[in-house]
C-alpha cells in the first residue's frame, strides 16, 4: 500500500475513535476537556523522554496519560474546593502543565528529541515509516496498530456500557437512583477518553486531536435527535474529515491535521448552516399557515 | 407484628455545601397514603427527597426502605426528579427516557428487551404519552416532559414513589393526568410523596401532609393537620429563626 | 556577571533590550490580568483560549498581504480573526443547542488549525523572511523591540480608558445582564465591546507568551484576585497587580537563565500567586478557613466546660466547690487534650479558678455558663413548643445551637417565648447575670 493510504487510514481511525469518545464529552458540557489534556501532557512526555531516553511509544503513552489524568484530578480538586468555577480550574491547571512543559523543553533540549511544534501538528505525515516490526515481518504502521486497538477498545466500551453512559450523560440523579453510580462511569469514561487522547496524539498531534474529540460529536448533534444515530454519525464525520482533509492537504501542500481540522469546521459550517434554514422555512410556513387560517377564519 | 414502614427516616441531618437545610427529621411513612410534602421556598423538601434516594450525604442519620438500607432496596422506590435537572436537548426521544426506568434491572451488561419497551410504552399510555413516544423530547412541552418523567418512575414498579415538584409549571391536563396517576398509584397500595406547592390543592390531592421547615414541623392526615394554625407556623416568623440559625453555623462550622 | 549585578542590572532597566522586554510584559500582564476578571465572573474563562487560538490564521494571513513581518500589520490580522472567532462562538451559541463548551471547543480548532495550513503553506513557498512567524504560537517575549511596546501601550492605556469609562456598565452585565436589559442598557453592545477588548488583550500577548500561555494571564490572575476580595474594582486592579508582578517576575527569570523563556515563567509565577492566594488570603483563604474551624471548635469546648460546671453548681447548689480534671472530663465527652487546653484558656480569660490542680468557677465564669446554659434551654424550649419535637431530640440540635445564637437572637426568642422559667427537661433556666445587668 502507498503511504498516502496509510496516512489517511490513520486519520481514519484517529477521527473515529476520537468522535465517538467525544460525542460523550459534547453531550456532558465537557468538550475543553480534550483542550486541556492535549495540552497538559507535555511534562509527561518530556518525563518518559528522559527516563528512557528513547520515542518509545509505551512510556510515552504511560507518561502522558498520568498527566491527562492528574489534569482531570486537579481541576476537579480545585473546583471542590470552590473556591474557583470550574471552567477557570480547568484553564489554570492546563496552562501550568503547559508552562511546565515548555521549560522542561528548553531545560533538557539536547537530551530531549521533542519540539512543541511536533506536538501540537502532529506527525501524522511521517506514520507510515514508523513501522511495527514483529520478527522481522513488517506489519505495517504502528500508527495505524495502536489507533485500531483504541478504536476498538472505545467500541467495546461503548456497546457494553451504552445504557450506564446514556443514562448518567442524561440524567445522573436518576442513573444513582436505580443503582447506576454516576461517579464511577464518569471516572471511567475520562479514563478512556485520555486513553484515546494520548495515543491519539501520539501520532497524529494535539490540534487535530481535540478537533476530532468535539466537531464529529458536535456536528452530529445538530443533525440527530438519538443518541445511537449521533455516535454513528459522528464516526462518518470523522471519516469525511480525514479523507477531505487528506486531499486538501495534498494539494494545497500544507499541514494536514490543520486541514483535516478546517474541513471539520466547513462540515460544521454546512451542517449548522443547513439547521437554520431549515428553521427559518419551517417558521415562515407555520407564519403563512397562520395567516392563511386567519384569513379564512375572518374571510 | 407492626407493619414495616415503606420509608423510616430517623434523626436525619444534611447540610448543603456546609449549610444545614434539615435537621434531625424523623419520621415512618404509612404505607398506601398519598402523602403531601409542604414547606415554604428553601425548607429542604427537594433535599429530603433526595436524601432519601441516596442523592445527598447524611450528617447523621439513617434512613430505611421497608426496614432495610437503601442499597439493597433501591428498586421499591421510583423516583421523579425535577423537570430542570436535566438537559432536554439531550439526543432521546420519550421511549427512551421512559424506558431508562428499567435500567436498574437490567444488570451489568444487560439491554432493554422487548418486555421492557412493552412496559415504557405501557407507561406512556397511562400518562396520555403513547402519541409521543417517538418524538424528541425537547419537543415535548413542559407538561408534557413532566408525564414522560412520571411514566419513568411508572415503569420501575416500584412500592413507593418520591416525586420532586411534578405539578410545577404544568398545563391543566398534565395536572389532571398526574391526579388521576396518583389516585391509581393509590388503588394499588403504592405510598407515594410528593413535594408540592399549591397550598389550596393540598386538602383535595393528598390524604396525608408533612410540614417542613429545615426541621419536620408536622406530619400527619390532612384532615388534622392543614389547619391554618400549622401552616402560619410552617410559613411564618416563628420559624424564622431556624434559618437564621442555619446560616450562622455555615459561617462557623 | 554574579546573581547579585545580574539583578541589580535588570531592575535597574539600564539594559534597553530588558526595559522594551519588562515594559512589554507588564502591559501585557496587566491588561490581561484587569481583563480576564469580566470573562471569570461570566464563566467564560476559556474564551480567551479559544480566542488566542483563533488568533493564528490572522497573523499568518497579514503576513501574505503585506509580505512582511510587521508588528502592527500581524496585531491587526490577528484581532480581526480573533474576533471573528469570538462572532462565531456567540453565534453558535445563540442559534443552536450547542453549548459554549462545544462552541469554544469547534471554533478553537478550526480557527488553529487553519492557522497551521496558512502557516505551512507560507513556509513551503518559501517566502524566506517568513521566520519568527511561528514565534506567535509558542511566544519569544525577548524578540519585543521599542515599537512594539509602543504600540502594546496604546492598546493597554485604551482599554483601561474603556474599562474604566463604562465600569459600572461592564459590572452590571457580567453579574446579571437580564437586569441590565430589564434597564434598557444595550447589553449586546457591551458585551460586544467586552469581547473585543478580550481579543486585543489576547492578540497583543501572543508575540510575548504565545497562544496557550495567554489564556493563562486572562485565567489565573482573575481567580487569584477573587480570592481576596468581593468588589470588583478591587478584583479588577488585583488582577492587574498579579498580571504585572508575573510578567516582571517571567522577564527576571528569563533574565537570569536566557535559555528559560518569559512566557512560560510567567504563567508559573502567576499560579503562585494563585496557590498562594488560595491558601492564604483572610476569610476566603483555605489556611484561615481551617484555622477558624479550629478556634470555633475550641470555644465550643470551653463553652461545654462552663456549661457543665454550671451545672454541676446549680445541681449541687455548691458554687465554690474546686473539681479535679478527672471528674470535670467525667462530666462530658471530653479528650484529656482539649480539656486541658480548655481549661487553661479559661483560666486566662479569668472564667476558672485552679487551685492545687482542681477548678471552679469564677463569676465571671458563672456568668458565662449560665448564659450558655440558658440558650440552650432556650432553644430547648423553642423546638419544643413550636414543632412539637419530643424532649430526647431537642437536646442534640441545643447541643449545636448554643454556641451561635446571637444576644440579638436570644432577646427574640425570649421574647418570642415570654421568658420561660423551664426547659422541656423542667430544668431552670438562668438568668444569672442577665437581669442584674437589666
Avoid at chain 1, 458540557?29 to 497538559?40: E, K, T, V, Y
Avoid at chain 1, 487535530?208 to 466537531?215: Q, T
Avoid at chain 1, 501542500?253 to 462540515?267: E, L, R
Avoid at chain 3, 442559534?95 to 471547543?105: F, P, Y
Amino acid at each position: 500500500m502507498t503511504p498516502d493510504i496509510w496516512v489517511m487510514i490513520t486519520g481514519i481511525l484517529a477521527a473515529s475513535a476520537l468522535g465517538l469518545i467525544g460525542s460523550f464529552l459534547v453531550l456532558r458540557q465537557n468538550g475543553m476537556l480534550g483542550d486541556a489534556i492535549s495540552h497538559a501532557v507535555l511534562p509527561g512526555l518530556v518525563l518518559a523522554f528522559l527516563i528512557t531516553s528513547s520515542r518509545n511509544v509505551v512510556p510515552m503513552v504511560i507518561g502522558a496519560g498520568l498527566f491527562g489524568l492528574l489534569t482531570a484530578y486537579l481541576t476537579e480538586l480545585l473546583s471542590q474546593t470552590r473556591r474557583v468555577y470550574s471552567d477557570a480550574a480547568m484553564g489554570i491547571v492546563f496552562t501550568l502543565l503547559f508552562a511546565v512543559g515548555v521549560i522542561m523543553v528548553a531545560l533538557f533540549a539536547e537530551q530531549v528529541d521533542l519540539d512543541q511544534e511536533c506536538v501540537l501538528y502532529g506527525e501524522i505525515a511521517y506514520t507510515p515509516w514508523n513501522t511495527f516490526v514483529v520478527g522481522g515481518t513488517n506489519l505495517g504502521p504502528r500508527a495505524v496498530w495502536i489507533l485500531g486497538s483504541v478504536l476498538l477498545a472505545n467500541l467495546g466500551f461503548i456497546l457494553l456500557f451504552y445504557k450506564q453512559l446514556k443514562i448518567s450523560s442524561f440524567d445522573p440523579q436518576m442513573a444513582v437512583a436505580v443503582g447506576i453510580s454516576e461517579k464511577k462511569w464518569h471516572y471511567l469514561l475520562m479514563t478512556m477518553v485520555s486513553l484515546t487522547v494520548v495515543s491519539a496524539f501520539e501520532s497524529v498531534g494535539a490540534i487535530l486531536v481535540v478537533a476530532m474529540l468535539i466537531i464529529p460529536g458536535a456536528t452530529a448533534y445538530l443533525l440527530t435527535s438519538r443518541l445511537h444515530t449521533m455516535l454513528l454519525l459522528s464516526v462518518g464525520i470523522g471519516i469525511i474529515c480525514a479523507v477531505g482533509g487528506f486531499m486538501g492537504a495534498s494539494y494545497f501542500d500544507a499541514s494536514i491535521a490543520g486541514f483535516m481540522a478546517v474541513v471539520g469546521g466547513i462540515v460544521f459550517a454546512l451542517v449548522f448552516a443547513g439547521t437554520l434554514i431549515a428553521k427559518r422555512i419551517h417558521q415562515t410556513r407555520y407564519t403563512s399557515e397562520r395567516q392563511h387560517i386567519a384569513e379564512t377564519i375572518s374571510g | 407484628m407492626e407493619p414495616v414502614a415503606p420509608i423510616e427516616v430517623h434523626d436525619l441531618t444534611v447540610a448543603y455545601r456546609r449549610k444545614p437545610v434539615l435537621w434531625n427529621i424523623d419520621f415512618s411513612l404509612p404505607e398506601g397514603k398519598l402523602i403531601g410534602l409542604v414547606g415554604p421556598n428553601g425548607a429542604g423538601k427537594s433535599t429530603l427527597i433526595k436524601a432519601i434516594m441516596g442523592l445527598m450525604p447524611l450528617l447523621s442519620g439513617y434512613v430505611k426502605i421497608y426496614g432495610e438500607p437503601l442499597d439493597t432496596m433501591r428498586h421499591k422506590i421510583g423516583y421523579v426528579p425535577q423537570r430542570e435537572s436535566v438537559d432536554w436537548d439531550f439526543p432521546i426521544n420519550a421511549l427512551d427516557v421512559v424506558t431508562m426506568g428499567r435500567y436498574g434491572r437490567l444488570g451489568l451488561f444487560g439491554r432493554p428487551s422487548k418486555d421492557d419497551k412493552a412496559i415504557a410504552m405501557e407507561c406512556l399510555r397511562k400518562v396520555g404519552m403513547q402519541d409521543f413516544a417517538h418524538r424528541q423530547i425537547s419537543q415535548l412541552s413542559g407538561g408534557q416532559q413532566q408525564r414522560v418523567f412520571l411514566a419513568r418512575a411508572l415503569t420501575q414498579d416500584a412500592s413507593v414513589y418520591l416525586m420532586d415538584e411534578p405539578f410545577a409549571g404544568v398545563d391543566a391536563a398534565t395536572e389532571k393526568a398526574i391526579v388521576d396517576l396518583l389516585k391509581e398509584l393509590k388503588e394499588h397500595r403504592k405510598t407515594v410523596l410528593v413535594v408540592h406547592h399549591d397550598l389550596h390543592t393540598v386538602n383535595e390531592y393528598f390524604d396525608w401532609v408533612m410540614l417542613l421547615n429545615m426541621r419536620l414541623v408536622k406530619f400527619g392526615p390532612t384532615d388534622q393537620i392543614f389547619t391554618n394554625d400549622n401552616l402560619r407556623l410552617t410559613y411564618g416568623g416563628k420559624l424564622l429563626l431556624l434559618a437564621e440559625a442555619a446560616e450562622k453555623v455555615a459561617r462557623q462550622l | 556577571m554574579d546573581w547579585w549585578d545580574l539583578t541589580v542590572r535588570f531592575f535597574s532597566l539600564a539594559d534597553a533590550n530588558v526595559r522594551w522586554v519588562v515594559f512589554g510584559s507588564i502591559l501585557l500582564g496587566g491588561a490581561a490580568g484587569g481583563l480576564g476578571c469580566f470573562a471569570y465572573l461570566q464563566k467564560r474563562s476559556l474564551m480567551g483560549d479559544a480566542l488566542a487560538h483563533a488568533a493564528l490564521p490572522g497573523v499568518g494571513l497579514a503576513f501574505l498581504v503585506v509580505g512582511r513581518k510587521d508588528f502592527l500589520a500581524l496585531l491587526l490580522g490577528a484581532s480581526i480573526t480573533g474576533w471573528l472567532g469570538a462572532l462565531a462562538i456567540n453565534y453558535i451559541v445563540r442559534e443552536s443547542k450547542i453549548k459554549l463548551d462545544a462552541a469554544l471547543g469547534i471554533v478553537l480548532t478550526v480557527f488553529f488549525g487553519l492557522g497551521i495550513v496558512i502557516l505551512t503553506y507560507i513556509q513551503k513557498s518559501g517566502s524566506g523572511s517568513q521566520s519568527g512567524l511561528d514565534k506567535f504560537l509558542f511566544g519569544q517575549a525577548a524578540a519585543m523591540g521599542r515599537n512594539d511596546v509602543v504600540i502594546l501601550g496604546i492598546v493597554a492605556l485604551t482599554m483601561l480608558a474603556v474599562v474604566a469609562l463604562g465600569f459600572s456598565k461592564f459590572k452590571l452585565i457580567s453579574f446579571d445582564p437580564g437586569f441590565g436589559r430589564s434597564l434598557g442598557m444595550q447589553v449586546g453592545l457591551l458585551q460586544f465591546v467586552l469581547t473585543t477588548m478580550i481579543v486585543f488583550a489576547v492578540t497583543i500577548g501572543l508575540q510575548a507568551v504565545g497562544v496557550v500561555l495567554m489564556a493563562a494571564m486572562l485565567i489565573t490572575p482573575a481567580a487569584a484576585a477573587r480570592q481576596w476580595t468581593d468588589k470588583l474594582q478591587r478584583m479588577v486592579m488585583l488582577a492587574s497587580l498579579f498580571g504585572i508582578l508575573s510578567g516582571l517576575f517571567g522577564a527576571y527569570i528569563s533574565f537570569l537563565a536566557p535559555r528559560f523563556p518569559t512566557g512560560p515563567w510567567m504563567v508559573i509565577v502567576v499560579t503562585a500567586v494563585f496557590v498562594l492566594s488560595v491558601l492564604f488570603a483572610p476569610q476566603r483563604g483555605v489556611i484561615s478557613f481551617i484555622r477558624q474551624h479550629y478556634a470555633n471548635r475550641r470555644r465550643m469546648t470551653r463553652e461545654h466546660v462552663l456549661k457543665v460546671l454550671f451545672k454541676a453548681g446549680q445541681d449541687s447548689r455548691q458554687w465554690k466547690t474546686y473539681y479535679p480534671v478527672d471528674q470535670i472530663k467525667r462530666m462530658w465527652s471530653f479528650t484529656q487534650h482539649e480539656l486541658n487546653a480548655a481549661l487553661a484558656g479559661l483560666q486566662k480569660q479569668g472564667m476558672m479558678e485552679k487551685s492545687g490542680g482542681m477548678y471552679r468557677l469564677s463569676d465571671d465564669g458563672i456568668t458565662e455558663g449560665a448564659r450558655v446554659t440558658r440558650l440552650h434551654r432556650l432553644w430547648e424550649v423553642y423546638l419544643s413548643r413550636y414543632l412539637e419535637l419530643p424532649e430526647d431530640h431537642v437536646h442534640r440540635d441545643a447541643e449545636d445551637m448554643e454556641h451561635i445564637i446571637t444576644p440579638e437572637m436570644e432577646a427574640r426568642l425570649e421574647e418570642l417565648l415570654e421568658h420561660p422559667e423551664y426547659d422541656p427537661h423542667r430544668q431552670e433556666i438562668p438568668y444569672i447575670g442577665k437581669r442584674s445587668q437589666a
